[in-house]
């Protein structure tokens, strides 16, 4: 349904056009954002995105284009990402110059709802840029993102440099892989760009209940790039890992409660694939379960672990495993503290490694200092 008959019903009278729509989260359910989302957008938005220290005036900056649907929920996700100083809708790859909303819309101008982001590679390369976009579209959706239909909520990535196109390239034939059907992400030279009328500038921002498709709280949760930490070979594991170490995560064991390394630990840091390094869990979301063994509310990022059916033993449980090492880490229940979402990741100390607050530069994971920080409490 066009944006008027969103405007008109919910958020009241204002100039221009408006739409209605529900959400497509990769990898998640369909329809409109869940209470918890909506939630986490509202809170989102009480925060000022002048709170960003970077000064950007003083750094170089590149650009890049980005299509994902509604450019409202873009917009807003992208310049609340760090390392990215501004974010700008507009109307990007069409048949015609310096279209207008209406030229989408009803003029089958061709155009992409399109933003332009500039960042600072110095703080985010094009790669991290990119891994926040594919976290918040359907890559194998044609022509939609949620419920928002037609050729203007295509995806695309649009580029101004030559030398962005094999970064983008390799990009989305890794990202193939993960799926079964082709990826509909266009990557393209920009042909032109022409920014939207003001009123759908920050349009969130001005209209905190406005219509929005995505979780923008994803844009605060760190990017863990899985080609930084390949598979080992099962060679390499059993000479570097002890027994314990291998059986657990290579053979499904579990170590002892109440006697393994991590279970009671309270330092500040992060925990890291054993196998891999690749960064799991945070000390900021570790709690005292009682069960003997680490308990964590969340991964440090929701996409770095996978998760699958185990019917062994006689029980029905939902085993966790490591992303790109496809290490054993243990199990998630629903019993966990409701305040922080109710899960219990209950997860082995052999499949893990600790790297304290003061050793993270050190071993190269200065870029999650800052999450490790914010999140103490």
Known sequence: MKRIIFTLIVVGIIIGLGYLGGSTMYGEK???????????????????????????????????????????????????????????????????????????????????????????????TLREVLLYYFRIIDPISINQQGNDKGIQYRTGIYYENEEDKAIIESFLKEEQKKYK????????????????????????????????????????EPVVDSAKYPKISDEKLKKDLTDIQYRVTQLNDTERPFTNEYWDSEEVGIYVDITTGEPLFASADKFQSGCGW???????EKDVVAYQKDESHGMDRTEVRSRTGNAHLGHVFEDGPKETGGLRYCINSASLRFIPLNKMEEEGYGYLINFVKKEKK
């Open 294 to 300: 680490p308990s964590f509310s969340k991964p440090i």
């Open 181 to 220: 059907d082709k990826i509909a992400v266009e990557a393209l030279p920009l042909q032109q760009f022409t920014k939207a009328e003001e009123y759908h500038q920050d349009y969130l921002q001005k209209n905190p209940n406005g219509y929005c498709h995505i979780d923008l709280h994803r844009a605060t």
């Open 30 to 124: 369909k329809g409109k954002l869940s209470e918890t989302e909506m939630k986490n957008n509202q809170e989102v938005f009480k925060q000022e995105i002048s709170e960003k220290k970077n000064d950007y005036a003083k750094m170089e900056l590149k650009k890049i284009y980005l299509a994902g649907g509604c450019f409202w929920g873009v917009e807003a996700y992208m310049e609340r990402i760090d390392g990215i100083a501004d974010a700008v809708s507009g109307y990007a790859n069409g048949n015609t110059e310096n279209p207008k909303y209406e030229d989408l819309v009803y003029g089958n101008s061709g155009h992409a709802e399109t933003v332009e982001v500039s960042y600072a590679p110095d703080i985010i």
